[in-house]
């Protein structure tokens, strides 16, 4: 690690707001550590001696740290004006090389909109894209696991430290992540940092950041997946919703899909199946139980869908 990148690493720790704010000064001085005394005095040496002992726990952990202004940041995410200027990761770093959609919702999803999100992402997973999510449960977790369930990649932005595991349920995805797997794990919040709240809405920012094409799958007006749709748009990226009338409770998706959202369900037909052609069914999901002894299944009404728009 250069000078440069651990005053960083060093501000980063101090005092991240700041950063996010004046990396600019740190990345252009000839001086780079005299910024960080500038900021905060005495005290920066303190910054600089825990920089030096993260970055060796963070050794011992695997994981790993990017830098903005470096090639191997995500380029997309460096468009952003909130950007952060530190990420640490675990996993396939080639994955942010891949072209990737990024899709979020609730964590209290329907029957439908679950399946509509595992249709989507393994149609997706299988011809084109690596898909990025938040690792919460619900539309998150169903997103995450299509696509590896299909022999896609998937990228999941997290709000704590790498060092934990959150939500424990996910402990399988976080030991595939390795530096040749279908697994990547990105954050900005070092090794013994935990999942606080007001983490995960910050995280948003990355997970509409790390792709040119978002799809809000499910939610609330007042949900972290419609902030992080916000943050898409602000961005100029192109913004999907699925809405279907079993979705009671999709306010968010409705008033994306008000302002202009394409609605992914026109592009996905949710069509029941006889019980008699169940067992022979090879659509792109399971069939799964509406209720009234009706089954039903998700499937694209054309082929080749997205290419155009990714």
């Known amino acids: 690690m250069t000078e440069r990148q651990q005053t960083l690493l060093a501000a980063h720790l ?11 000064l740190i990345l252009e001085a000839t001086d780079p550590l005299s910024i960080l005394y500038r900021w905060f005095g005495d005290s920066a040496g303190q910054y600089w001696q825990a920089a030096a002992e993260l970055t060796e726990r963070h050794q011992t ?17 460096s468009e952003c004006a909130a950007a952060p200027p530190v990420l640490f990761y675990k996993g396939n770093l080639k994955l942010l ?12 999803p329907s029957l439908v909109g679950l399946k509509y999100t595992e249709a989507i992402s393994q149609y997706l997973a299988k011809r084109y894209a690596t898909i990025v ?28 430290g790498l060092d ?26 070092p090794a013994g940092m935990p999942p606080l709240k007001h983490h995960f809405v910050k995280r948003n920012r990355i997970i509409a950041g790390l792709s040119n094409t978002l799809i809000m799958a499910e939610g609330s007006e007042t949900s972290g997946a419609m902030i992080t749709a916000r943050y898409a748009i602000d961005n100029h990226r192109n913004v ?55 089954w039903a299944t998700i499937v694209p009404v054309q082929q080749e869908l997205f290419q155009e728009d990714l």
């Open 14 to 24: 101090a005092n991240p707001s700041l950063l996010l704010k004046k990396y600019e």
């Open 240 to 294: 999907f919703a699925i809405d279907h009338p079993a979705m009671s409770a999709n306010t968010g998706g409705k008033r994306l899909i008000s302002q202009g959202a394409e609605n992914l369900a026109e592009r996905f037909a949710l069509q029941e199946i006889s019980l008699q052609n169940l067992a022979q069914s090879n659509d792109t999901i399971e069939p799964f139980y509406l209720g009234s002894k009706r």
């Open 133 to 160: 999510s938040g690792m919460a449960r619900g539309i998150d977790s169903r997103s995450h696991r299509s696509a590896l369930a299909v022999g896609g990649a998937t990228i999941g932005v997290v709000a704590h």
């Open 61 to 77: 952990l695997g994981i790993k740290t990017l830098f903005i202004r470096t090639t191997e940041y995500p380029a997309l995410l």
């Open 97 to 108: 090389q891949t072209l990737t959609v990024s899709i979020v919702g609730t964590r209290k």
């Open 164 to 189: 934990r595991i959150y939500p424990a349920e996910h402990h399988d995805i976080f030991a595939r992540a390795m530096p040749d797997s279908s697994v990547l794990l990105l954050t900005e919040y």
